[in-house]
């Protein structure tokens, strides 16, 4: 009866110490779990409300995008526009530099009216200290033949020296192998002018008569001898008279009228007298 009695004992007191560790467990399981969550909530919560912070940002200002997309479509309109209007302008460029072109030929034939002429543009230089020819864009095709007479509306350029079928050279009055005989406006007596080496806005006039007055300002022109050039085409101006020992020797310095730095358009006379 004791024996049981002992065993009944024994096992209340089990059980109870089993139910304080569950209790104890369970304490400590709640407690762990809280400290865990705890820990999770530090590093988790400041993303979590980024998120959200981003979220309410953009929603907020869904406009400010919209209008940056408006900004940007707004700016390629602008460039195209833009690149419309420089096309446009270099359109005019073109136009009105046909037109000066254009303007140039007619006051070109009106002043030479009296010689069958045909237009033609300096397409190309070949410039050197031995040598001054251009070429213009006009050749065999256009009835152009050697040894015909180009002009500028200020006066003489040269003559043709080769052709062919669209183009032609022209040797200039400035390139020292050209010799133009010509006339001084205060006499009759002929002269030679020619090309220098030294400049080539400046022609030298030779063999002038002992007995000429030649004066600063004279002007100089063809004077239709030698089966090229026509007679009365302008050349240019008496810029200087250099007197030598020897009266015979004498020259001048004669400016051309025709700037040939800047030369672009001429004109080919096909005949001496228009019919």
């Known amino acids: ?51 959200i912070y981003l979220k309410n940002k953009l929603s907020g200002n869904s406009s400010f995008f919209e209008s940056i997309d408006t900004l940007k479509n707004e700016n390629n309109e602008l460039k195209k526009k833009n690149s419309e209007l420089e096309q446009s302008l270099r359109e005019l460029e073109i136009v009105k530099a046909e037109n000066e072109t254009l303007k140039e030929y007619v006051n070109l034939k009106d002043k030479y009216k009296e010689y069958n002429t045909i237009p033609a543009d300096v397409i190309n230089r070949d410039i050197s200290n031995y040598s001054n020819i251009i070429v213009i864009n006009v050749g065999t095709n256009d009835g152009i033949k050697k040894d015909m007479t180009v002009i500028a509306d200020s006066g ?65 022109e063809t004077s239709g001898i030698g089966g090229i050039y026509p007679k009365g085409i302008h050349i240019g101006t008496i810029k200087e008279v250099v007197n030598t020992n020897n009266i015979t020797d004498r020259y001048a310095k004669v400016e051309t009228a025709v700037d040939f730095n800047k030369l672009s358009a001429v004109l080919v006379i096909t005949n001496t007298v228009k019919e």
């Open 156 to 220: 003489l350029v040269g003559h043709i020296i080769s052709v062919s079928n669209n183009t032609s050279k022209v040797q200039t009055i400035v390139d020292p192998a050209t010799a133009v005989t010509s006339k001084i406006s205060t006499t009759d007596e002929t002269i030679i002018v020619q090309g220098t080496l030294e400049d080539k806005g400046i022609l030298k006039a030779t063999f002038i008569p002992t007995d000429a007055v030649v004066l600063q300002g004279d002007s100089v």
């Open 1 to 51: 009866m004791y024996k049981n009695n002992k065993k009944g004992i024994a096992g209340i007191v089990i059980t109870i110490i089993i139910i304080v560790l569950l209790v104890i467990f369970t304490n400590n399981s709640v407690n762990q779990a809280s400290y865990i969550q705890n820990i999770c909530n530090i590093f988790v919560m400041p993303i979590q409300n980024g998120f």
